[in-house]
């Protein structure tokens, strides 16, 4: 994968997966967009949430992914991520638009229809975690179902701006620190 293909995938799964979370939520319901984004707590305790329940997430998965049962796993993710070597802005950028977009279609208009659960599945398994060929690909893959359902939790109860920040928190952690692993093993150069 190139950066750009990244950024491409980034932006358009932004746009594709908001417009169709809208769309789906617009025609079928139960619930608007903004009702979801509006939530049951004000923005700042959804924002404050959403950065410790990401926060924490993000830091348990890093730590999980470095135990030696999953080092395998950790480096599958750090060849495709490392090599792009993305910086700061982009490692924000990414994780936005995956955050914002995914976030809109899975828990905001495909969580009401198939609850929290199903859709913590559903999602995963589009991620590619849950592999029947490789068993710590699955186990990790358990463990983010776990970490989706509470984000799915956090957007029925606090509002779907919670999950989102959470969602682009955790990225932010994984995605930097894939980055330094690859570059701290292949040139010791610090991330920008």
Partial sequence: MTKRTLFVLAIGSLVVFTVLGWGIMAHFGPVTLTNSLQGGAPLPMQAGLGLMVGSVVGFLAWNMVNLPFFRKTRDFFVDIIGPLKL???EVVMVSCCAGIGEEILFRGAVQPHLGIVWTSILF???HGYLNPFDSRMTTYG????????????????????TAIVAHTVIDVILLYLLTRTYLTKTEDVPLE
């Fill in 87 to 89: 910086n700061w802005t």
């Fill in 142 to 161: 358990l463990f983010m179902i776990l970490a989706i359902c509470l984000l799915g939790w956090v957007a029925v109860k606090y509002g779907l701006i």
């Fill in 124 to 126: 995963v398994a589009l």
